[in-house]
């Protein structure tokens, strides 16, 4: 599994990166706090605090996805 972290704050980002994940044939989470979210679901990632970086699970072991998510990747 890969974990890193993300920042999503604002709608174009939101769009893109669902976009990006639904693409890939592996199961995806956002972690905020308590809550887990479908990483390609926009309406259950809106329904999270996108304020601050967040933390994407992918279930896979693949780092080439990576690639497409250079620009949502935060240190």
Same mark, same amino acid.
């Given at each position: 599994m890969?974990? @890193?972290k993300? #920042? /999503?704050d %604002?709608? &174009?980002k939101v769009k893109k990166l669902t976009s990006i994940l639904s693409k890939e044939d592996v199961d995806c989470e956002v972690v905020e706090g308590v809550? @887990? @979210?479908d990483a390609k679901s926009i309406m259950g990632l809106f %329904? @999270?605090?996108l304020a601050g970086p967040v933390q #994407?699970? /992918?279930h896979s072991d693949d780092q080439s996805i990576l690639d497409n #998510?250079? &620009?949502f990747i935060v240190e």
């Open positions: 890969i974990t @890193i993300i #920042l /999503i %604002s709608v &174009e809550h @887990i @979210i %329904s @999270i605090d #994407l699970n /992918i #998510l250079k &620009e």
